[in-house]
């Protein structure tokens, strides 16, 4: 609870509730850890090539912070190249009044590891998608895209379209997502396009959350909860607010939903 109290905006990544009670459960009692804010959250349907392993991508915010106001599930059917993706992204339309910006799309990604370089670069399709249904440039990527530690070879970032001028990525290769000791990788991003969205960021503000240090916590016992780091970024709020509002990411596994049911 501490760490997704913690955030206007969260997104949890490989969700597996097939009792559809785990996410509604989380939310009741995280009204109930935090009582001076309203949580809801909205969800895309189960995901994956086959029935035996699906996930789904999890939206949990302040109802005081953003209001949802669209979303959609990513056909992949685009004509030659269906089905490029192991998990659809769930694109998902936020108006966020108190930050500078006003209004920004999200876009999560939970990348398949063998075929991450071609899973990230597709998702410039979705951007094209996005823009020619609702007409807004502001968007964040964000997820696992299993980026780095030989995933994603820098020389085939040549392939992949996001990594251009016209997009911003705010978590860089040295920084480490993994809880693990043994691991020091950036799986994890935050990609962003659009001006008006890149003057809207905190400087300095992406990082991963070091939640055992925070919490003063093994890595066994952080292990139960995620062996990924939180990423975060912040938002400016408009002149009428103060402080900043905060978008979250973090990857969720099985453990901590066993908890919940």
């Known amino acids: 609870m501490a760490i997704v109290s913690r955030c206007d905006v969260c997104l949890l990544q490989e969700v597996r509730d097939n009792k559809k009670t785990a996410i509604p459960r989380l939310i009741d009692r995280l009204n109930?850890?935090?009582?001076?804010?309203?949580?809801?959250?909205?969800?895309?349907?189960?995901l994956g090539r086959t029935q035996i392993y699906q996930e789904q991508y999890v939206f949990v915010f302040r109802t005081e912070s953003v209001s949802l106001l669209d979303q959609y599930q990513y056909p992949d059917t685009q004509k030659g190249d269906e089905d490029a993706f192991a998990r659809e992204p769930f694109i998902v339309r936020f108006r966020a009044p108190k930050t500078v910006i006003g209004e920004f799309v999200l876009i999560p990604m939970h990348t398949s590891p063998s075929n991450a370089t071609k899973e990230i670069d597709e998702l410039y399709d979705v951007f094209v998608d996005i823009k020619r249904r609702w007409g807004i440039e502001d968007i964040f990527f964000l997820g696992d895209f299993n980026a780095a530690c030989g995933y994603v070879a820098k020389k085939n970032r040549k392939k992949i379209r996001l990594y251009s001028d016209t997009f911003l990525w705010l978590i860089d290769d040295f920084q480490d997502t993994t809880v693990r000791a043994?691991?020091?990788?950036?799986?994890?991003?935050?990609?962003?396009?659009?001006?008006?969205?890149?003057?809207?960021?905190?400087p300095s503000s992406a990082q991963p959350f070091?939640?055992?240090?925070?919490?003063r916590i093994s890595e066994e016992t952080a292990l139960r909860v995620s062996d990924h780091?939180?990423?975060?970024?912040?938002?400016?709020?408009?002149?009428?607010?103060?402080?900043?509002?905060?978008?979250?990411?973090?990857t969720l596994g099985l453990p901590l939903l066993l908890q919940l049911n």
């Open 32 to 46: 109930n850890y935090e009582r001076k804010h309203k949580y809801t959250y909205v969800s895309s349907g189960r």
């Open 182 to 202: 043994t691991t020091t990788c950036a799986y994890d991003r935050i990609v962003v396009h659009g001006e008006s969205l890149r003057r809207a960021i905190v």
């Open 210 to 215: 070091n939640f055992p240090n925070e919490y």
């Open 229 to 250: 780091y939180p990423i975060e970024v912040d938002l400016i709020k408009s002149e009428s607010e103060k402080g900043s509002i905060i978008l979250f990411q973090i």
